[in-house]
C-alpha cells in the first residue's frame, strides 16, 4: 500500500524559513518524480513543485521560485520542501504527492503552514 | 498559462440522482486531464485520468468523458459516500487544477 507521511509543519514569520518532509513507503521511490501541491484555507489546490526520479531536474511554480527547494533523498525514501523568505500568501495545507509528472495518483495526509507575525 | 474553469461551484443532489460537473480549459489540453475527489478533512484522491481513464478502485458509477477544451465528470447513482469536493486538473502544459465543485446532498 502506498503511504506518504508529511511532518514538520507549523506557525512561522513572514520572512523566516521552515522545512518539512515526506517519508514515503509501499512504492519503489526512486522510480517516481514526486511532488508538493498546496491548499489555501477553504481555498483550491495549487501546485508548488516536482522533482523527477533521481533528483536531476526541479520544476517550480513562478510565485515561489527562488523561494522553495524541493529535494529528495532515495536511500531514506523522503522528499523534502525547504521555504525560505515565507509570505502569508504562502498560509496552506502542503500535501507530498507521487507524480506520474502527469497527475498525482496518491496523497499525503498534509502538513499545515502558518505563517504570521 | 492554461486557465481551467470548474462548473458549477456548487451542487445540491439527491441520492441515486445522476451528477455532471464541467471542466472548461483555457486552450486545448488534448485529453490531459485528471479529476480528484476531496472529501472533508481529508487529502485529494485520483478519480479519472487521461480524461477517461477510472484509477484503481474507483467505483464504476464515476466517469468521464470530453475532449479539446471541455471535459465533464459524471457520477452515476449518487451515493452519501460522494459528498466531497471535486477538482479537475490539466498536465499538458505543466500542471494547474480547477476551482473546485463543492457536492452536497439535498
Known amino acids: 500500500e502506498v503511504q506518504l507521511v508529511e511532518s514538520g509543519g507549523g506557525l512561522v514569520q513572514p520572512g523566516r524559513s521552515l522545512k518539512f518532509s515526506c517519508a514515503a513507503s509501499g512504492f519503489t521511490f526512486s522510480d517516481y518524480a514526486m511532488a508538493w501541491v498546496r491548499q489555501a484555507p477553504k481555498k483550491g489546490l495549487e501546485w508548488v513543485a516536482t522533482i523527477i526520479y533521481d533528483g536531476s531536474s526541479t520544476y517550480y511554480r513562478d510565485s515561489v521560485k527562488g523561494r522553495f527547494t524541493i529535494s529528495r533523498d532515495n536511500a531514506k525514501s523522503t522528499l523534502y520542501l525547504q521555504m525560505d523568505s515565507l509570505r502569508s500568501e504562502d498560509t496552506a495545507t502542503y500535501y507530498c504527492a507521487r507524480h506520474t509528472t502527469e497527475f498525482f495518483d496518491y496523497w499525503g495526509q498534509g502538513v499545515m503552514v502558518t505563517v504570521s507575525s | 498559462d492554461i486557465q481551467m474553469t470548474q462548473s458549477p461551484a456548487s451542487l445540491s443532489a439527491s441520492l441515486g440522482e445522476t451528477v455532471t460537473i464541467e471542466c472548461r480549459a483555457s486552450e486545448d489540453i488534448y485529453n490531459g486531464l485528471a479529476w480528484y475527489q476531496q472529501k472533508p478533512g481529508k487529502s485529494p484522491q485520483l478519480l479519472i485520468y487521461?480524461?477517461?481513464s477510472l484509477h484503481t478502485g474507483v467505483p464504476s458509477r464515476f466517469s468521464g468523458s470530453g475532449s479539446g477544451t471541455q471535459y465533464s465528470l459524471k457520477i452515476n447513482s449518487l451515493q452519501s459516500e460522494d459528498v466531497a469536493s471535486y477538482f479537475c486538473q490539466q498536465y499538458y502544459d505543466y500542471w494547474t487544477f480547477g476551482g473546485g465543485t463543492k457536492l452536497e446532498l439535498k
Open positions: 487521461n480524461a477517461n
